[in-house]
């Protein structure tokens, strides 16, 4: 009996990120064992397996050593060369979007992703940018992403490499413009607290996008804090100020939640506010504060994204910020591959069975798929002589 199931094979998985990929990024080797299509392989291996170069070379049989690969990622992955970069991760991102996407407005959360840096380069030449100690240190890599919110797609949209120079309203307006570009119509844009500015307010003001922005709760008794009052939640304009920016006026959302203590039972139940400032939207305090839930997927992004990320120790800016890219790829193409194969015909609405194609599967494809086309060490040769090993 003829099977009419289509199969995603290993194989099928790993030409699938290939050709998306080589077609976005213009790399160039021409050596005897080392090819273009060898260096993208070779950084689908480190994504998937989440090793450096040096241990996805040595697992190969016959591919090219990490000293060769190494040499021509560098002599392309340069500082100068890091815009280009970044247009070409957006544009590969970009493949995954469905045309259903496109057809109407679409709600977006924006949000701030670091990876910890451990080096001791100088900032200038580094790119590195100060945050808030975590992991042991207060250097990271920054990048941001825009983020679909939907049933079905949960896609990252757009990248954005965050320098040492770059402050939120250029970051914000370079994602936007992105989206723009991809002819993604915004319903709602939801930022989180880094974004919580007079400049950004003032950005989006002017360009009328609809966004809710959390605002973080300093000081003891003034500023916002002094609105956290009462015991339901409540509307409010707000004055915010800032000596580089100037003064903005806006609408707040002050809300009243309690922890998590009555579902978890670890501690006293406790109340706790929160803050949300309104642009060019109006709903009520409750409301606000269960649409912005829908935005933590984007936190869920982030989470998968370190399971498709390789590892280096290498100062090179350029080559940092392409292995988190190409994990945010890896992720949307794994997302496109499931809603195909992982969706069970019912009636009505279609049935994704999620754990039929998981992540840890898919990655586990790509270097089995990689096993197999350049072979797999499986023994050693003794470097002396010694007695047969019983």
Sequence with gaps: MKDNNPKLTERDVLEQAQRRLQQNLNFKAAGYVCNAEQLIHLLLGIAATRHTLEAVCAELETSACAATVRSYLHEQLTVAELPQLERAMNDALAQEVPPSVLVAEREIAIDYHD???????????GLWVRAEAKNGTTRVYRVATAYLILNGWRLTLAIKFVGPEDDHQKVLKFLLKRLKRLHIKVRTCYLDRGFAGVGVIKYLQRTGTKSIIACPIRGKTGGVRALCVGRQGYLTTHTFCSPQHGQAQVQVAICRGFTTAKRTGRKQKQAQWLVFILINCQMAAKEVRKKYRRRFGIETSYRCSRQLRGWTTANNAAYRFLLIALSFFLLNVWIALRWLFA?????????LLEAHFRLRRFAKFIAHALETLYGKVCHIESLSKVKAYA
Aim: charged content about 50%; overall charge positive; hydrophobic content about 10%.
């Design 343 to 351: 969706r069970k015909p019912r009636r009505g609405r279609r049935l």
């Design 115 to 125: 990876q910890a840096y451990y080096g001791k380069t100088e900032q200038k030449e």
